[in-house]
């Protein structure tokens, strides 16, 4: 671990909650081993899975206020539905207030929630590792989705986008327009 990630993990435990510190370690620790099998550089996986919640523990109300001072633009649906937000927020923040230059960090927590079309594997492989960590224990199919983003990480991506939609249709709950679209975007690679 280099000087930079011991000191953002310092402030991460800090500025979040005792689950969402352990979620957030879950996920970092993740991220460093889908790293290891897919070949990308575990120093960035793990700094991006420390920082990806960064702003999840902030209150709404200053949420909000964060978003119109970082001129960080929001759709409809992140005004409706707050804690969609922190992605967002948190990409702006760790720019901001942790230092990092890497753009590919930044994005990779910017979508961690929603994917985006055509995804880096960094910003798949937290996109995922947000979903599997071994802390997560309530989403369908996860021993499976759990192996097969070892397998085949595409793959795996595609089935969570599938089963979040599914959930949330269930749930009722409003769905980003971009969580659909990544959801199209990787169906349709996997069909061709
Ligand atoms: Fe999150
Ligand atoms: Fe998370």
Redesign the pocket.
């Known amino acids: 671990m280099t000087e930079e990630t011991r000191s953002i993990k310092k402030k991460i435990k800090k500025v979040l909650d005792k689950d969402r510190y352990q979620?957030t370690l879950g996920?970092a620790y993740t991220a460093a081993s889908l790293a290891m099998r897919y070949g990308v550089d575990l120093e960035r996986a793990f700094l991006a899975g420390l920082l990806?919640?960064c702003a999840k523990n902030i209150p709404n109300d200053d949420k909000f206020q964060l978003c119109r001072k970082y001129k960080v633009k929001l759709n409809d649906v992140e005004k409706k539905a707050p804690y969609l937000i922190h992605a967002k927020l948190g990409a702006t923040l760790a720019e901001k207030l942790y230092g990092v230059k890497d753009d590919e960090i930044v994005n990779a927590i910017k979508y961690?929630t929603t994917g985006r079309p055509g995804m880096t594997l960094l910003e798949k492989i937290i996109f995922t590792a947000?979903y599997i960590e071994p802390g997560r224990s309530n989403a369908q199919n996860l021993n499976e989705i759990r192996q097969l983003s070892f397998i085949d990480l595409d793959a795996a991506v595609t089935k969570i986008l599938y089963d979040t939609l599914q959930y949330l249709e269930t749930k009722d709950q409003l769905i980003d327009p971009m969580t659909q679209m990544t959801y199209d975007y990787y169906a349709g690679i996997r069909i061709k």
């Open positions: 979620h996920v990806h919640d961690h947000d």
